[in-house]
């Protein structure tokens, strides 16, 4: 598993604090990411590279800090 870059997304992307990622499944994880992306706007018949990922994450953060 890509531990570090699955926590990055979770606390990162979802805002999850580390105790509420290391408890949920990989079910939980996984529809969490999904309706994340769907709120979004990613459609949901594609399927995210890690690269489209991690570059929607870098996304998120900069407007966070921005705003």
């Known amino acids: 598993m890509p531990w570090p870059d699955l926590m990055k997304s979770a606390l990162g992307f979802l805002g ?10 990989m079910y939980e994880y996984t529809a969490a ?5 769907m709120a ?17 994450l870098a996304k998120e953060q900069r407007a ?3 705003g």
């Open 33 to 37: 990411i999904e309706g994340m992306m």
């Open 64 to 66: 966070t800090k921005a």
């Open 16 to 25: 999850w604090s580390p105790a509420v990622f290391w408890e949920a499944t």
């Open 40 to 56: 979004k706007g990613v459609k949901q018949d594609q399927t995210m590279s890690r690269n489209e990922l991690l570059d929607l």
